[in-house]
């Protein structure tokens, strides 16, 4: 194979193959190469006057409803324009030759285009928009941007008041867990197992600030299993873990797909 293995060092190369179940537990990072912005690269762009992190919160939505659901919209049409990169590829590869579970923080679907499937979006799915008082899933036109939208042309977030749910005409709301908001059960409940079933788990562009997902890669430590970081930057895990690997999703991924596969 290509000889990217090289690069990563001989004891990260050592742990992932000797493992056989594989948890992978992805965040924002995971996806920056694909054009997806982090939290954290955003404000640098064209939400430089508004911090996402403040609008994908309950206070946000209950105070502007049509604020956040134009938001939403526009990230929808970003990911849905978006494409897998090399990282995500090299997982879904990874499975050919590894039991390998996906856990991810991100509410983009890139995992599943590349091939992986999913057992638990931690933080709910850009693409599954629902009730907010029925919970009944919508899948009407209102998830769509307005035809001829361009998104660079707005020097402000597009305002959109949300559809109604066709059931009980409630304001349909995003599929996505809010700061402050609770995590699905079922979601949490399947990650811990991929967590503590595991014998390796790769944490893959997170900053590890935000709990309760946080616990996980912490939850596999205690546990005795190895931890490896792929992060760009030092992170708030970068500490604990048994071995940080300061490479891109799409570089450092691909390099260790390569060393399981030799
Ligand atoms: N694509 C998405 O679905 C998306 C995008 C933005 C935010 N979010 C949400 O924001 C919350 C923020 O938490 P988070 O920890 O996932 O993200 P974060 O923005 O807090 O941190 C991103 C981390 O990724 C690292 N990073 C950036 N580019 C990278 C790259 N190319 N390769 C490897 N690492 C890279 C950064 O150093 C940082 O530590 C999550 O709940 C998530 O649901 C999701
Ligand atoms: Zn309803």
């Not at 850009?126 to 009407?140: K, N």
């Not at 890669?217 to 940080?244: D, K, Q, Y």
Request: charged share 20%; with cysteine.
């Amino acid at each position: 194979m290509s000889g990217n293995s090289a690069t990563l060092s001989t004891d990260v190369i050592d742990l992932v193959r000797r493992a056989h179940w594989i948890t992978v537990f992805s965040g924002a990072g995971m996806s920056a190469e694909s054009g997806v912005p982090t939290f954290r690269d955003a404000q640098t762009g064209l939400w430089e006057r508004y911090d996402p992190a403040s609008l994908a919160t309950v206070e946000a939505w209950e105070d502007d409803p049509a604020l956040v659901w134009g938001w939403y919209l526009w990230r929808m049409k970003l990911v849905s324009e978006a494409q897998p990169n090399p990282g995500h590829r090299a997982i879904a590869a990874l499975a050919d030759h590894r039991a390998v579970m996906v856990v991810t923080q991100n509410v983009d679907d890139l995992h599943e285009r590349a091939g992986s499937e999913v057992i638990s979006h931690l933080h709910g799915s850009l693409f599954e928009p629902r009730c907010t008082a029925c919970r009944a899933p919508y899948h009407g036109t209102g998830t769509r941007l307005p035809a001829g939208f361009d998104i660079t042309a707005y020097a402000e977030p597009p305002r959109i008041e949300p559809p109604s749910c066709h059931e009980c005409l409630s304001s349909v709301r995003p599929g996505v867990v809010w700061f402050g908001e609770g995590l699905p059960r079922d979601a949490w409940r399947r990650a811990e197992h991929a967590i503590t079933g595991s014998d390796l788990v790769l944490v893959v562009g997170t900053s590890g600030i935000v709990y309760p997902a946080a616990e996980l890669p912490e939850r596999a430590l205690a546990g005795g299993t190895p931890v490896i970081e792929f992060n760009i930057e030092e992170s708030a895990l970068s500490p604990h873990v048994t071995e940080s690997v300061r490479m891109s999703a799409a570089v450092g991924l691909p390099a260790l797909l390569d060393a399981v596969g030799d």
